[in-house]
């Protein structure tokens, strides 16, 4: 079991060797990972990091989510305009 404090999103992109991972929680976290567990993976531990930063630089740290969810989607496709 992935146990996180915070929620995470992996999107899967148009290549199929790469997902992106983001947490809603966290502002200005993200990540890339070449399959679901490698994001997970990356997410547990670049979540650490990046907290230790946000301390380092005494920026505000999010609490905790009480209620962490993992989501895995389809990245958003930006429509195209016709004019």
């Known amino acids: 079991m992935i146990e996180l404090k915070y929620s995470l999103v992996i999107e899967a992109t ?3 060797n790469f997902f992106a991972f983001y947490s809603p929680d966290i502002e200005g976290f993200t990540g890339v990972g070449h399959s679901i567990e490698d994001c997970l993976y990356k997410a547990k531990w670049g979540m650490e990091e990046h907290l230790s930063l946000l301390k380092a630089r005494k920026l505000p ?3 905790p989510n009480p209620n962490p969810k993992i989501v895995i989607q389809n990245a ?3 429509l195209k305009r016709v004019v």
């Open 61 to 63: 740290v999010p609490k």
């Open 14 to 16: 148009e290549d199929p």
């Open 76 to 78: 958003h496709k930006k």
